[in-house]
């Protein structure tokens, strides 16, 4: 029987019967066939408060009264200007302007098109290519899927992408020496000073490659790329759409190298997953060079949905429960819990096993080795879903112990019972 509804990364002709959700509150999920699973991955990671918070449930319910939204062609509103001082304030200093979007990738989209016209605007001719890393994912759509590496996401398209150039993270780890480092930062600063005429941005996702393999690399590649891009004139851009919010253990990811990058994107948690929104953020040297007297120097880009009424109080609502509840705390308990855990699951399978914040990730020889793993976590009342040979949780920021330990205690099971 064919599918009405299209479902993203399958083989619809293989989708089979899918679980259906009816409702959910606080980490639980709840089926309809009765069952009640605990959410290890935060519904790709952005529902941090969890399902049903009062507090954002009353934000979307106040707001939708007033108005649901406005364009802001032309027209501006509350909402959206709070919003936008709203991540200045909390955002590295000097990140002092805002542009939205309606999803991560149209975020990057936004951010690479700032950085293109950029040097057009400056008067430097020639500057359209970017460096990115490889492992790194930042989007579906056509220019996000050129800064990304080539796998499953982008395979398809390959011979229609016009690709920049591509790097390897450091070796290491997050605590790498900076020996370990330097061949890394040795192989950008021979890149830069060999092709900059050509390039107009490096583009990262800062610390933790995500939908790539949650690959973590050490702070030290940051604070270097930030002196090398300046010196060679290429702007910064951070893809902080999956690492943004404390998912790492600091707000952003950037906090952890000490580093302002030229361009920040943020989306995911941003609205705690209520519905798509994404904010590109901008230096103010980027931003200036916007102005003029015409549209021949304008950004021109608009999202229709861009600074949607209802998603700019839902993110402001989430903003104050991560700073009045102490968020970053529950993040370093999530943390030392996982690392408590994961030091105790061995296999002559496990590759590596990778923790930094809220984020666990155990790589495995094979992505065979994990076939029917998801049934049998269902099975035990918990949901996650590996990446390829990559075994992971990423769950919302209020999990108790209780349920965070029976996540864990599945992944332990699978990996230490084969």
């Known amino acids: 029987m064919q599918s009405i509804l299209w479902y993203p990364y399958t083989q619809m002709k293989l989708v089979g019967h899918l679980p259906k959700m009816v409702a959910g509150d606080g980490v639980m999920m709840h089926l309809e066939d009765g069952r009640s699973l605990i959410d290890g991955i935060s519904s790709w990671w952005s529902v941090i408060h969890g399902y049903n918070h009062p507090a954002l449930n009353a934000a979307l319910t106040e707001q939708a009264g007033k108005f649901s939204h406005v364009m802001l062609g032309g027209m501006t509103h509350g909402p959206a200007l709070d919003l936008a001082a709203a991540l200045v304030r909390i955002t590295p200093e000097g990140l002092n302007h805002v542009f939205f979007s309606d ?59 016009h690709r920049g150039f591509f790097l390897q993270i450091p070796e290491g780890g997050f605590d790498a020496s900076a020996e370990i480092v330097q061949p890394a930062i040795d192989r950008l600063q021979e890149l830069l000073a060999e092709h900059h005429q050509q390039i107009a941005a490096f583009i990262v996702e800062p610390i933790v490659q995500c939908a790539g393999g949650f690959r973590i690399y050490s702070p030290l590649y940051l604070q270097a790329a930030r002196s090398l891009c300046s010196k060679y004139n290429v702007l910064l851009v951070f893809d902080e759409v999956a690492t943004g919010f404390g998912r790492t253990g600091r707000l952003f990811a950037a906090e952890h190298a000490a580093v302002v990058p030229d361009i920040m994107i943020l989306g995911k948690a941003l609205t705690a997953g209520y519905m798509g929104h994404a904010a590109t953020l901008a230096t103010t040297e980027v931003y200036n060079s916007f102005l003029g007297d ?113 996540i864990l205690s599945v992944m332990k099971k699978w990996i230490m019972g084969r």
């Not at 951010?111 to 890393?133: D, E, F, H, P």
């Not at 109080?313 to 529950?330: G, N």
Request: aromatic share 8%; charged share 25%; net charge negative.
């Open 294 to 406: 015409g549209y021949e120097k304008a950004l021109m880009h608009g999202p229709t949905f861009m600074g949607n009424a209802l998603a700019c109080q839902i993110a402001l609502r989430s903003i104050r429960l991560i700073e009045e509840d102490h968020y970053l705390e529950k993040v370093q308990r999530i943390n030392e819990v996982i690392r408590d855990q994961f030091a105790e699951i061995r296999g002559e399978w496990v590759v590596e096993k990778r923790v930094i914040g809220a984020i666990g990730a155990i790589e495995l020889a094979d992505a065979s080795l994990l076939n029917g793993f998801k049934v049998s976590a269902m099975e035990a009342g918990v949901w996650l879903r590996p990446i390829g040979n990559v075994l992971y949780l990423m769950p919302p920021y209020i999990i108790d112990e209780r349920q965070l330990l029976a």
């Open 103 to 161: 999803s991560g990738s149209v975020g990057v989209e936004v951010a690479l098109k700032m950085a293109i016209q950029y040097w057009k605007n400056k008067g430097v001719s020639g500057k359209n290519r970017m460096v990115s890393l490889k492992n790194g994912y930042h989007g579906d759509t056509f220019k996000a899927m050129e800064v990304s590496d080539d796998s499953d996401f982008t395979r398809s398209f390959s011979d229609v992408l």
